[in-house]
């Protein structure tokens, strides 16, 4: 039980950071696209094979025999633009926008100076669509881009070369970028609703898993604890007995560690008329009489496993707790449905579901059934399970 207690404290804090990590998809999308390094084998050289155009911020300088203080400027800039660039691939918290802006600004600030400056405009208009959440967004800064561009090129009489350079193809660029960017995050998104659906199926499984070591474990010791009891009390007054209790125990501890086994393996019931046939004698051990009518119906194997947990889980509650003389067993075929009825007329009194009880609501609603309990006189538990196609046969015993 602390066991269980434990998966479930730890479900409800993974549960919590889930939301958490969904409000990130959008900064999780950026970083992925972003990351670019050597380590990422697919797209590790694309940072640097982009830095080509890099380039053209030297051709002229180059062809005009530019001067040491030019060179020096160039350099600075050069500098300046490499821990922009790298810093949006590498540094673990970046602000995008704020290294975009500042590509822009060193454009603006070299153009006069360096025509090739018109490459820190494509740059800026590449990297744009990766940094801002929707299209809308994205095409506004490009015609930013493109207005800033024309408004230098008047101001300071630049040619029509850098016009075309800074605004025409960053509008090309930033253009085809917007495609990528969207289609990146809504990989991201995918991607992570992905990851998010197996933590979910893991979930679950754990839950699975401990709802049926819950009612595996569970029954079987109480049987064990039972008939050790009874063996301790035979020992003197009827030793042949109390050694056959103790055989019995053998038994049924060789029995639970198959059923553990199969548990794992997603087998562990036998058929509900083994499971039924087991209870009758648990509950007989137990010094209580007992009443069944049992009808022949074919069952799918999901439904007759759910059935078959449902019998044992009842049947281990009324040994423990409800200090009953009799308890009836019946199930039966009603209106396409199959209808299984557990009473005892114990204390009753128990409103609270336990583990087991809440587990095996789980179980038969998933299969679009019913559960219902009533412990005002004794406990009347019903589990009703839809069925299509149904065969029964009614094969009745009372003890």
């Known amino acids: 039980m602390d066991d269980l207690k434990t998966i479930e404290r730890t479900e409800r804090s993974e549960q919590d950071v889930l939301p958490a990590l969904a409000a990130d998809a959008d900064g999780f999308a950026f970083r992925r696209q972003m990351s670019l390094s050597l380590r990422d084998r697919a797209q ?11 380039g053209f911020f030297f051709i002229d300088p180059v062809l ?6 030019t060179w020096l400027l160039t350099g ?21 926008l704020l290294h975009v802006a500042g590509m822009l600004t060193l454009g603006v600030v070299f153009a006069p100076i360096n025509p090739g400056a018109s490459t820190f405009f494509i740059f800026a208009a590449a990297f744009i669509p990766f940094c801002l959440k929707t299209e809308r967004q994205a095409i506004a800064s490009l015609a930013g881009i493109v207005a800033l561009a024309a408004i230098e090129t008047q101001i300071f009489h630049l040619s029509g070369w850098f016009l075309f350079y800074a605004g025409g193809l960053s509008v090309v660029v930033g253009g085809s970028n917007i495609y990528f960017a969207q289609r990146n995050r809504a990989l991201a998104k995918l991607r992570m609703a992905h990851e998010e659906i197996e933590h979910l199926a893991k979930v679950a499984e754990r839950e699975r898993i401990a709802r049926d070591l819950h009612d595996v474990l569970g ?18 007054r009827d030793p042949q007995r109390a050694g056959n209790e103790i055989r019995e125990v053998e038994q049924i501890s ?3 560690l198959s059923e553990v086994r199969d548990a794992i393996r997603g087998y562990r019931s036998q058929g509900l008329t083994a499971e039924i046939s087991q209870a009758r004698s648990t509950l007989e051990t137990a010094g209580i009489h007992v009443k069944s009518q049992a009808a022949k119906i074919s069952l799918s194997p999901l439904h007759e496993s759910v059935l078959s947990m449902a019998v044992r889980e009842a049947v281990t509650n009324v040994v423990r707790h409800a200090q009953a003389r009799t308890c009836s067993l019946n199930l039966a075929q009603q209106n396409g449905s199959c209808c299984l009825r557990i009473e005892d007329d114990g204390r009753g009194g128990f409103e609270e579901e336990g583990n087991g009880l809440r587990g095996m609501r789980e179980r038969v609603e998933m299969l679009g059934g019913t559960l219902s309990r009533d412990t005002q006189a ?17 094969e009745g015993c009372d003890h």
């Open 378 to 394: 004794g406990t009347r538990l019903t589990i009703t399970l839809p069925l299509k196609q149904v065969r029964s046969e009614i």
């Open 76 to 96: 600075l800039a050069t500098v300046i633009f490499l821990f922009l660039y790298f810093g949006l691939f590498w540094l673990d918290r970046t602000r995008p």
């Open 64 to 69: 005009n025999h530019a001067s040491w203080k």
């Open 44 to 54: 590790g050289w694309a940072a640097y094979v982009w830095l080509a155009y890099l």
């Open 254 to 256: 060789r029995q639970a």
């Open 219 to 236: 029954h079987t010791l109480s049987v064990i604890i039972l008939k050790s009891e009874l063996a301790g009390k035979l020992m003197e």
